[in-house]
C-alpha cells in the first residue's frame, strides 16, 4: 500500500491511532450502554449475553476494546502534556510508551481470561 | 571511452487550475545536483513553457517550495541523492494551496490568513518615545526568539494534514507568529489577537501531529507555539477574559 | 468563543477520565476472571452509592468527551459545518447521557 510520504511519521500514525481507538469506542459505547440497560428490561437477556461473552473469541474481541482504551487514553494524555507541560523532544518515546502500555493493559485482560 | 551519463527519470506535474497530470523527464545526473537544478533543467531543455518559481537558490528566500516526492521541501537545498527513490523523482506543487500553474502555487490564501490571525505587529510607542527594554533571555522573549525565525516560505502550510482538512484553519504559520507576537510585551494588540487566534480556524484545530515541525526547513516548530496559544486561551477563558 | 470553549471541555472531560478509565480497566480485568456472570456483576453494584457515582461521572464525563470528539472527525471527514454540526454534537451527547445514565440505572438501582 503506497502511503503518502509525510504519512509514514511516527507521529502520524499515534494520531491516527488517537483518532480510529476514539472512533471505535464513541461507536462501542451505545451498544454497551444497550446491553447493560438489559438488567432492566430483559435480566435474562442480559445473562444469556454474558454467558455468549465467555467465548474465546468474544474474549479476543474484549481484549481488543482494552486495547483500544488504554491506547487511546495514553494518547490523550501524551497530548496534553505536549499542551501543557514544558516542551521536550522526547513526543516519540512517549507515543511508543502509550502503545506498550495499551498492548500491556489488553495482556492483563487477555490473561484474565485464562 | 565515453561515460554514459546516468539519467534520473523525473515526473513533473503539468497544469492549470482546472486540472493537470504528471510528464516524465529524462534529466541527466550530475554531482551534487539539486531538485532545484532538475526543475531548471527540464524547463531550459525539454518544456520552456514549465512555470516555477525560485528566488536566491542559495536556502534563504523559501520561494523553491515544491512536493518532492510527496513531502514539501525547499527544492535548492534538496540534494537529488538524498531523496531520488531508485533514480526516480516526484515533483509536484505545494499542498493545500491552489495551483496557478504547473508548479507554481498561489500563495494568497497563506497570506490572507496571516492577516486573519492578526499575526501583525501593533506599536505601541511613537518615536518621541524612549525605546522599550527587552530583557533577551526572559520566558517571553525566548518563546518568542524560539519562533521568530520563519520566512513565509509556506512548507509548514503545505505539510498540515489539519489544514487539508479543514480549509478554514489558519495554519501553523500564521499561529506561529501570533505566539511570537503574544509574547512580545511592546505588542498593543494582544486581547484582540488572542481572540482572532482561539476562534473558529484557529489553535484548537491543530492536532499536534507535528507534520509542521519536521518539515520546516529553519528547524522551526510550530505545533509547540500552537500549543503556547492553547495555554493562553485556556487560561484568559477560565480568567473571563476571552 | 465556542472552539476554545469546547477545547477546555474536552480537556477537563478527559482529565476527570483518566482515573475513571483506571478504575474500569481494574474493575474489567478483575471482573473477567473465571468468566462474567450477571448476577455476579450485579451482586457488586446494586444499591451501591460508590458505583453509582462512579459510573455517573463517568456517563457525563464520556458525553461531553465523546460528542466533542465526533465533531472534530465529521467536521473533518465529512465536511459537516454551522448548525447541522451543532446539532449533530448535541445529539450524540444527549444519545450518549440517555443510555448511559439507563445502563447507570440499570445495574444499581
Not at chain 2, 495551483?99 to 499575526?119: H, I, M, N
Request: proline residues 5%; positive net charge; contains cysteine.
Amino acid at each position: 500500500m503506497r502511503i503518502a510520504a509525510h504519512r509514514r511519521e511516527a507521529l502520524w500514525f499515534a494520531f491516527a491511532l488517537h483518532r480510529l481507538s476514539g472512533l471505535a469506542l464513541a461507536i462501542f459505547l451505545p451498544v454497551h450502554f444497550l446491553v447493560l440497560g438489559l438488567a432492566l428490561s430483559d435480566p435474562a437477556a442480559l445473562d444469556g449475553f454474558l454467558k455468549w461473552s465467555n467465548h474465546p473469541l468474544v474474549g479476543l474481541a474484549e481484549g481488543g476494546l482494552v486495547f483500544l482504551l488504554a491506547v487511546h487514553m495514553f494518547g490523550g494524555l501524551r497530548l496534553m502534556a505536549l499542551e501543557f507541560l514544558p516542551w521536550s523532544d522526547r513526543q516519540k518515546s512517549l507515543a511508543a510508551f502509550a502503545v506498550a502500555a495499551a498492548l500491556f493493559a489488553a495482556g492483563l485482560f487477555l490473561l484474565g481470561l485464562f | 571511452m565515453q561515460k554514459e551519463t546516468p539519467l534520473l527519470e523525473v515526473a513533473i506535474w503539468r497544469g492549470s487550475p482546472t486540472g493537470g497530470a504528471f510528464t516524465t523527464y529524462s534529466v541527466p545526473r550530475q554531482d551534487s545536483q539539486t531538485v532545484l537544478d532538475v526543475v531548471s533543467w527540464v524547463q531550459r531543455n525539454r518544456a520552456p513553457d514549465l512555470a516555477y518559481r525560485f528566488a536566491c537558490r542559495v536556502g534563504m528566500c523559501g520561494s523553491c517550495a515544491m512536493t518532492v516526492n510527496g513531502r514539501p521541501r525547499w527544492t535548492c537545498r534538496t540534494h537529488v541523492e538524498k531523496v531520488a527513490n531508485a533514480g526516480r523523482l516526484e515533483i509536484a506543487p505545494l499542498r493545500n494551496l491552489p495551483v496557478v500553474r504547473d508548479l507554481v502555487a498561489d500563495l494568497d490564501p497563506f497570506f490572507d490568513k496571516w492577516q486573519t490571525a492578526e499575526a501583525r505587529f501593533a506599536p505601541t510607542r511613537t518615536r518621541a518615545e524612549e525605546p522599550e527594554r527587552i530583557v533577551p533571555d526572559s520566558p517571553e522573549r525566548s518563546a518568542a526568539n524560539a519562533a521568530i525565525e520563519c520566512i513565509n516560505c509556506a512548507v509548514c502550510y503545505a505539510a498540515c494534514d489539519a489544514v487539508a482538512l479543514n480549509p478554514a484553519y489558519l495554519g501553523p504559520a500564521a499561529l506561529n507568529r501570533a505566539w511570537t507576537l503574544q509574547n512580545d510585551s511592546r505588542d498593543g494588540a494582544r486581547a484582540e489577537r488572542l481572540k482572532a487566534v482561539a476562534g473558529d480556524g484557529g489553535c484548537g484545530n491543530c492536532h499536534s501531529q507535528q507534520g509542521c515541525a519536521a518539515h520546516c526547513p529553519n528547524g522551526l516548530n510550530p505545533t509547540a507555539s500552537i500549543a503556547g496559544l492553547k495555554r493562553m486561551a485556556a487560561r484568559a477563558l477560565l480568567k473571563g477574559r476571552l | 468563543m465556542l472552539s476554545a470553549r469546547l477545547y477546555l471541555a474536552q480537556r477537563i472531560s478527559a482529565l476527570v477520565m483518566a482515573p475513571l478509565v483506571l478504575g474500569h480497566l481494574a474493575v474489567t480485568i478483575v471482573a473477567v476472571r473465571g468468566g462474567l456472570d450477571a448476577a455476579e456483576i450485579l451482586g457488586r453494584t446494586r444499591g451501591s452509592l460508590l458505583w453509582g457515582g462512579f459510573y455517573g461521572l463517568f456517563v457525563l464525563a464520556v458525553s461531553v468527551h465523546a460528542a466533542i470528539g465526533l465533531r472534530a472527525i465529521v467536521a473533518e471527514h465529512l465536511g459537516l459545518r454551522g448548525r447541522g454540526l451543532d446539532i449533530f454534537t448535541w445529539a450524540t451527547m444527549a444519545g450518549l447521557l440517555l443510555t448511559g445514565g439507563r445502563a447507570v440505572a440499570a445495574v444499581v438501582l
